[in-house]
């Protein structure tokens, strides 16, 4: 039965599956999967965007066999962004991309309001996916939480990913808040960035359709294996083409092969820790020639003796990628 979006009732502890597909979730599963990258805003020196930086880096990235690309997230730096140049970074990734894989835009603000005009925005640049944050600073309710989902859903006609990162906002996105979420049409999803790999299968039981992402390189492979629909992954933004191939390896049941991978970057996962986010992955992608320029301020750059920790380790996986994996059967 149709509920109204103004009346839902929020959660009460108990999530009950969503049983039904609407015809955009049917479509998002053809859709919506695979190695997504969190992709970085590039700088110049001054602080200023980096617009024909950004452009190369996008179009290496599809190049390299990613399957879409996020725009204006946490590893974008959307934070330190203004309105203007978040509109800008998806025309550029847009206009880039040309149709030949999906754009997924971040477009949530701490309030209501807002998050519906950027998503709006999103929408008419011609975007495929809205992903929205869950409000920061705040402790919103679990029906306001929903609320919060449900409105901004309902102010566009694009599919919407919850976006949750506890770390960062201090704000859960609990699984039976995304199932009163999923009875929305166009809530197709969750990027999972909280690295609970309990709660992640929990969105799946809590809705068949749900389009998975781990925003978590340590859950990753995991995840990928209970059913996930895909990665939006730190790591793709070095090793695009590795992270891929444990993608591709676990869709072909190849779990071995997907191990050796996973393990090959676990020196990467533990290095986010050398400096502040996100300054460690954009050092990292200099390490390998996508150098996005520097972190905005008040974020420095790593001093030198961790960026040689940094360069070894980077240094490290590239010579495992080089000579170690082999194609996978079937990919």
Same mark, same amino acid.
């Given at each position: 039965?149709?509920?109204?979006?103004?009346?839902?009732?929020?959660?009460?502890?108990?999530?009950?599956?969503?049983?039904?597909?609407?015809?955009?979730?049917?479509?998002?599963?053809?859709?919506?999967?695979?190695?997504?990258?969190?992709?970085?805003?590039?700088?110049?020196?001054?602080?200023?965007?980096?617009?024909?930086?950004?452009?190369?880096?996008?179009?290496?990235?599809?190049?390299?066999?990613?399957?879409?690309?996020?725009?204006?997230?946490?590893?974008?730096?959307?934070?330190?962004?203004?309105?203007?140049?978040?509109?800008?970074?998806?025309?550029?990734?847009?206009?880039?991309?040309?149709?030949?894989?999906?754009?997924?835009?971040?477009?949530?603000?701490?309030?209501?309001?807002?998050?519906?005009?950027?998503?709006?925005?999103?929408?008419?640049?011609?975007?495929?996916?809205?992903?929205?944050? /869950?409000?920061?600073?705040?402790?919103?309710?679990?029906?306001?939480?929903?609320?919060?989902?449900? /409105?901004?859903?309902?102010? /566009?006609?694009?599919?919407?990913?919850?976006?949750?990162?506890?770390?960062?906002?201090?704000?859960?996105?609990?699984?039976?808040?995304?199932?009163?979420?999923?009875?929305?049409?166009?809530?197709?999803?969750?990027?999972?960035?909280?690295?609970?790999?309990?709660?992640?299968?929990?969105?799946?039981?809590?809705?068949?359709?749900?389009?998975?992402?781990?925003?978590?390189?340590?859950?990753?492979?995991?995840?990928?294996?209970?059913?996930?629909?895909?990665?939006?992954?730190?790591?793709?933004?070095?090793?695009?083409?590795?992270?891929?191939?444990?993608?591709?390896?676990?869709?072909?049941?190849?779990?071995?092969?997907?191990?050796?991978?996973?393990?090959?970057?676990?020196?990467?996962?533990?290095?986010?820790?050398?400096?502040?986010?996100?300054?460690?992955?954009?050092?990292?992608?200099?390490?390998?020639?996508?150098?996005?320029?520097?972190?905005?301020?008040?974020?420095?750059?790593?001093?030198?003796?961790?960026?040689?920790?940094?360069?070894?380790?980077?240094?490290?996986?590239?010579?495992?990628?080089?000579?170690?994996?082999?194609?996978?059967?079937?990919?």
């Amino acid at each position: 039965m149709h509920r109204d979006r103004s009346t839902a009732e929020p959660p009460d502890g108990r999530h009950v599956a969503v049983q039904e597909e609407r015809p955009l979730k049917q479509q998002a599963r053809e859709k919506f999967h695979g190695v997504v990258t969190a992709t970085p805003t590039t700088f110049d020196k001054g602080g200023d965007l980096d617009e024909g930086r950004f452009r190369e880096l996008v179009e290496g990235y599809v190049a390299a066999g990613v399957h879409g690309i996020s725009v204006a997230g946490s590893q974008g730096e959307f934070y330190v962004l203004d309105t203007a140049e978040r509109l800008r970074l998806m025309e550029i990734t847009v206009e880039t991309v040309a149709g030949r894989v999906p754009v997924y835009a971040g477009t949530g603000t701490v309030s209501t309001r807002e998050s519906i005009a950027l998503t709006r925005a999103a929408e008419s640049i011609g975007v495929d996916v809205a992903m929205v944050i /869950t409000p920061y600073f705040l402790s919103p309710s679990g029906r306001e939480l929903s609320e919060h989902f449900r /409105t901004v859903a309902a102010a /566009t006609a694009l599919p919407v990913l919850l976006y949750n990162n506890p770390p960062r906002t201090g704000v859960n996105v609990t699984p039976d808040v995304y199932a009163d979420c999923a009875r929305s049409g166009n809530i197709i999803g969750v990027k999972d960035s909280s690295g609970d790999l309990s709660q992640a299968v929990e969105y799946l039981l809590a809705d068949s359709g749900c389009r998975l992402f781990s925003g978590r390189d340590t859950i990753t492979m995991a995840l990928l294996a209970h059913g996930g629909a895909g990665a939006i992954s730190p790591a793709a933004n070095v090793f695009p083409q590795l992270v891929c191939r444990m993608y591709d390896a676990v869709r072909a049941d190849d779990l071995a092969t997907a191990r050796r991978i996973n393990d090959a970057l676990a020196p990467l996962r533990r290095a986010w820790g050398l400096g502040s986010f996100p300054v460690v992955i954009k050092e990292a992608m200099a390490a390998v020639g996508l150098d996005p320029g520097p972190a905005r301020a008040p974020i420095s750059p790593l001093p030198p003796e961790r960026r040689a920790q940094l360069n070894a380790v980077v240094e490290e996986i590239r010579e495992f990628e080089r000579g170690a994996v082999p194609a996978i059967s079937g990919a």
